[in-house]
């Protein structure tokens, strides 16, 4: 399976490709989607959109994995973001992926072990399982590909009633 795990922001979306195949992972993929500050809100929309859209359709994953927003900024930037995301789950949806959303705490749980992990474990561990010469910079790239990570380990071990779509 092929997953395309996002971590939703508009300055930086972290992406990252990860196939997951018998409970082994491997990046195909990953970096960030950077906008300029200064830029027109409309302008790194679309940028978002358009460079979001050229991985899937390079790649043609077979689901989006994407970090549900959590805020504790001001109300500016929450909106902001929050179109952002809006922008990416467009993105997938127009190029037919199915999407599913986890919160930070279901990914850090997933790949760490425990949900209250810090940003420096979820690195580690993200270079660790998918075998990267080096730490997955910036931070926004870590937790795209923990994302997916986080749904290969749901889709090999369902549990009922936990991370249902």
């Known amino acids: 399976m092929l997953i395309l795990g996002v971590d939703p922001g508009l300055a930086t979306v972290g992406v990252g490709v990860v196939e997951a195949n018998g409970g082994r992972f491997r990046a195909l993929e990953y970096g960030s989607i950077i906008t300029k500050p200064r830029q027109l809100l409309e302008n790194r929309l679309a940028q978002i959109y358009d460079q979001l859209t050229d991985i899937i359709v390079r790649h043609r994953p077979d689901v989006m994995a994407v970090e549900e ?34 919160t930070p ?13 810090e940003k420096k474990q979820i690195i580690y561990m993200t ?26 380990n749901r889709a090999m071990h369902p549990v009922p009633g936990i991370f249902e779509k």
């Open 69 to 102: 927003l959590f805020f504790n900024t001001n109300q500016k930037t929450e909106v902001a973001v929050a179109q952002a995301r809006g922008v990416i789950l467009l993105a997938a949806q127009k190029q037919g992926l199915d999407i599913y959303e986890y």
């Open 105 to 117: 705490l279901q990914i850090k749980q997933s790949v760490v072990g425990y949900g209250r992990a």
């Open 127 to 152: 270079r660790l399982i998918l075998k990267l010469d080096s730490d997955p910079r910036p931070d926004d790239t870590a937790d795209a590909l923990a994302a997916a990570i986080c749904h290969g």
